[in-house]
């Protein structure tokens, strides 16, 4: 046989050895010295991989009680249940179960939270009668002060740049020159472009929700009208945004979602289960998952679920009761419970209390661009409940 014919065969032999090496590497397969009673025989061990990231960066990631690695970066892990910690110093520490399996990618994605958030007034003279639009992106409240020409009803964008004081962050729709609309209760149209002001005389005004200085519109006498249009309005919604659902989700959706919030994303259903039963897969055989929480395909009617669209996956989060608001990152949740702010994961995970000072009814709304939570509250009994934002970044 001649060199030639040696050398093809050699290089084709390194070629494969090489290429079928990378492969495994690449699926998680690593070489253990001495290991299982071999003596010091080699073999080839399968190991997951820990993709652990952060926000902010730079932490510390301990696997077991053992300092591994810095976030952002990958682990390889023997198939098992790991105690996968994520710190950083001024921060509350990320907490999480994650089951590492062979051959397969596991997360730990962490959104750390100050331990010292700051709490700035966005409002000062006073507001009350507090609501959020659908869209999570607009506040809408009543001004009652000393100050006869700046009362009235005000929308906030959550979204704008620049969040200061009622002259620049807040639009007043509409003054008591014309009604007592500082006391009226307030609630959004579906569609978030209207407002409806109830008063205690029993007038009702239809307001637009973002136009300053206008001119309400009387409508007690067509209130039939308006609530027969909202109505529809809401069917139109719940009908587009099952329409954007896989083709295979709208019946299990259809029969057992309800109150659907999808994530700013559009990756995941914040849903109230309409009735018990068991959810069938959507996508079958399951595709690996990410997430190595395990997810509940048995629902309870009357709880709260999040269900993950790309990874067909199911999480219960708790009552419905509990008033769920998505984070901006489509993650995260936040709800106030018992004198609580809380974040949670979307799966349920790593439950945190980022504040438990006083607050009213319960109301916290998240920053639409993910950077704090507003709560109403007062640092003290002799003044007014003013919007405030519990900084989180």
Avoid: C
Avoid at 324 to 333: E, F, G, N
């Amino acid at each position: 046989m001649s060199k030639v014919i040696l050398s093809s065969i050699a290089i084709g032999l390194f070629v494969l050895t090489f290429g079928t090496g990378v492969i495994m590497y690449a699926n998680g397969y690593r070489f253990n010295f001495g290991g299982g009673g071999t003596g010091n025989i080699k073999f080839i061990e399968g190991t997951g991989i820990l993709v652990a990231t952060s926000k902010p960066d730079g932490a510390r990631v301990i696997v077991n009680g053992h300092l591994t690695t810095a976030t952002n970066n990958t682990i390889n892990l023997s198939p098992g249940e790991y105690d996968v910690k994520i710190e950083k110093d001024g921060y509350l520490t990320w907490d999480k179960k994650i089951t590492i399996k062979k051959s397969l990618v596991s997360e730990a994605n962490a959104l750390l939270l100050p331990n010292t958030p700051k709490l700035e007034a966005v409002t000062t003279i006073g507001i009350s009668n507090l609501v959020i639009d659908p869209t999570q992106t607009l506040l809408a409240f009543t001004v009652a002060s000393n100050s006869a020409s700046k009362n009235g009803i005000y929308s906030l964008d959550m979204s704008a740049q620049s969040l200061i004081f009622l002259g620049d962050s807040g639009t007043q729709l509409v003054s008591d020159i014309t009604d007592l609309f500082s006391t009226a209760k307030l609630s959004f149209s579906p569609n978030s472009k209207q407002i409806l002001a109830s008063l205690p005389n029993g007038t009702y005004y239809l307001l637009d929700s973002r136009a300053g200085g206008q001119s309400p519109q009387d409508v007690t006498n067509t209130l039939t009208l308006v609530t027969q249009d909202w109505q529809q309005q809401q069917i139109d919604r719940d009908k587009k945004l099952m329409a954007s659902l896989p083709s295979k989700l709208i019946p299990i959706a259809t029969k057992y979602f309800t109150n659907i919030i999808p994530s700013p994303d559009g990756n995941m259903l914040l849903y109230t289960a309409s009735s018990s039963g068991t959810l069938k897969l959507v996508v079958n055989p399951p595709a690996p998952s990410v997430n190595s929480t395990p997810d509940h395909r048995q629902i309870k009617a009357g709880n709260s679920y999040v269900y993950d669209i790309k990874e067909d996956k199911n999480y219960e989060i708790g009552s419905s009761d509990t008033h769920y608001l998505w984070h901006a990152d489509s993650r995260h949740l936040v709800y106030a419970q018992d004198g609580h702010v809380n974040v949670v994961e979307f799966d349920g995970g790593n439950l945190t209390t980022v504040y438990d000072g006083p607050f009213l009814d319960n109301l916290v709304f998240p920053w639409s661009n993910g950077s704090g939570i507003a709560i109403l509250t007062r640092l003290s009994p002799s003044v007014p409940y003013n919007l405030y934002r519990l900084g989180l970044q």
